[in-house]
T-cell receptor, first 114, second 113 residues
Framework: KAGVTQTPRYLIKTRGQQVTLSCSPI?????VSWYQQTPGQGLQFLFE???????NKGNFPGRFSGRQFSNSRSEMNVSTLELGDSALYLC???FGAGNTDTQYFGPGTRLTVL | KQEVTQIPAALSVPEGENLVLNCSFT??????LQWFRQDPGKGLTSLLL?????REQTSGRLNASLDKSSGRSTLYIAASQPGDSATYLC????????????FGKGITLSVRP
């Protein structure tokens, strides 16, 4: 079974631009979560989607948004990029919507904002 | 609010040593605890998931234990190898029907040949 895939793997943007990141979960998984990882803050939860519905949202500004499609693929969008948005963005998928399933992470998208 | 702590932040050991990585959490009402490995610049690889009803889980040279009452988990690595060098993170899910994980900051392990 193919793992979680994320595209693109690397991205360089300038301040003020917007960016869209994509995540394809493991086949059959319906839950997708997004995390931001920075050296200072570690891994921070952004949001979770299950069956196209956002079930949970972390403490990030409204510039961060996401969605999930009927095939469970998910995208996250960051508008009006700031230098502090430079980070590794990870998505994770799991089979169910509950908190008992193993979560599988993708390789991440490294976003650099100049 | 759940807080997860991993101390120390970094550890260096000689090859062949058995070692224990610690993880503590403040809210003992957890459903499970998951250990991950992260290589530099890469994503997270799930190592072990221990359900709240379990006390131990084993995979190869790895053994994870869970003590909910004391808010602690340990990851035991037997006969460490240079290839074990990585950052090890533990995470617990938020209560309720969702998949949000709260992570520790991780322990960066270096195994010297």
């Amino acid at each position: 079974k193919a793992g979680v895939t994320q595209t693109p793997r690397y991205l360089i943007k300038t301040r003020g631009q917007q960016v869209t990141l994509s995540c394809s979960p493991i086949s059959g998984h319906r839950s997708v979560s997004w995390y931001q990882q920075t050296p200072g803050q570690g891994l921070q939860f952004l949001f979770e989607y299950f069956s196209e519905t956002q079930r949970n949202k972390g403490n990030f500004p409204g510039r961060f948004s996401g969605r999930q499609f009927s095939n469970s693929r998910s995208e996250m969008n960051v508008s009006t990029l700031e230098l502090g948005d430079s980070a590794l963005y990870l998505c994770a998928s799991s089979f169910g919507a509950g908190n008992t399933d193993t979560q599988y992470f993708g390789p991440g998208t490294r976003l650099t904002v100049l | 609010k759940q807080e997860v702590t991993q101390i120390p932040a970094a550890l260096s050991v000689p090859e062949g040593e058995n070692l224990v990585l610690n993880c503590s959490f403040t809210d003992s009402a957890i459903y499970n605890l998951q250990w991950f490995r992260q290589d530099p610049g890469k994503g997270l690889t799930s190592l072990l998931l221990i359900q709240s009803s379990q006390r131990e889980q084993t995979s190869g040279r790895l053994n994870a234990s869970l003590d909910k009452s004391s808010g602690r988990s340990t990851l035991y690595i037997a006969a460490s190898q240079p290839g074990d060098s990585a950052t090890y993170l533990c995470a617990v899910p938020q209560s309720g029907a969702n998949s949000k994980l709260t992570f520790g900051k991780g322990i960066t392990l270096s195994v010297r040949p």
